[in-house]
């Protein structure tokens, strides 16, 4: 198990190279016909494989073995308590991509992983305790894009507690600016889904105001390619797709600021009515800031992601 494992994972990160998509296409059609192979693999191999794998859903030759991998994921034979919670964000992030494929049997199983999923957690959400910043965005990003938002209200909680906690620990140096784009993206639904803002608006706006240091800082580095002059520490701030990372933080951080309003935050009317055009400029100069980079990455479809971020959608 460990050699297939660790073979699909090298194989997944040239998803382009005709040479490792052959490799990529026969190591899943052994995945799929030896069930003593699938049986010997434990909560680490199956959510290492199902994320490696959910990278190829466009060759029909990887589906088999994504839907027997799944399968077993969270069964009798192989439960959610036998993940670690890192794995758990890894199997989330990759039933999340099952949802995007037109095969109905494929959506239906995403959904139906990420419910038991979330059921798991909600039964033991002292498991967040052990989770990291970037397991918690991945997995609430996944639940968003299932559209399991009152799956999450009872998740809410427990994840942005957590995540004060490692923000106040060692303000999440070791969460890349890629994890921190997923964190946004995974805990905007608590301020904007209505089943979700009557509860818990208020706690995910203070975090969100405890995140926004953080992710400037973070830009700032990766924007500059420097280190934190008055750090020694090394500190994560790299983003494979610049352009999503940037525009996930942006668009998040334009909804926190039209929600600072009176009767979501404490404090007065002025130092409100502040903070939100504090927080509106910085997005606009952190659109300035960032528009080459995304315009770089994205080549002319940054035009309508940037027309996006200044309409405030």
Known sequence: ?????????????????????????VLAGRLAEDNDLRQAMD??????????????LGRPACHPAVLLLAERAGSAELPWQQFEMGELAMVANAMSRLLHLDEEQFQILGRAKLLAMAGHLELHRERFESASAQDIGMLFKALSSAQLHRQMRPLARSALERVAVLAQDDGLRET??????????????????????????????????????????????????????????????????????????????????????????????????????????????????TREAIEEDLGEMSWNLIAQIEAGD
């Not at 909560?43 to 490696?52: K, R």
């Not at 610049?242 to 998040?252: H, I, M, N, S």
């Not at 600021?257 to 400029?281: D, F, T, V, Y």
């Open 43 to 56: 909560g680490h191999h199956v959510a290492v494989l199902l994320n490696a794998l959910s990278k190829c």
């Open 176 to 289: 890349s600016l890629e994890g921190l784009g997923s964190l946004c993206m995974g805990f905007l639904p608590l301020i904007r889904s209505p089943e979700l803002t009557s509860r818990h608006r208020g706690h995910a706006l203070r975090v969100f105001n405890t995140l926004q240091p953080i992710i400037e800082r973070k830009i700032d580095l990766y924007l500059t390619g420097g280190v934190p002059p008055s750090s020694t520490d090394l500190e994560q701030y790299a983003t494979r797709c610049p352009a999503l990372t940037f525009f996930q933080v942006l668009k998040a951080y334009s909804m926190v600021s039209r929600q600072c309003k009176p009767r979501h935050i404490e404090g007065s009317r002025q130092e409100i009515r502040q903070r939100r055009e504090e927080l509106g400029k910085w997005v606009d100069r952190t659109l300035e800031r």
């Open 1 to 25: 198990p460990i050699g297939v494992t660790q073979a699909l994972n090298a194989l997944s990160k040239w998803p382009e190279r005709a040479n490792c998509e052959k490799a990529t296409d």
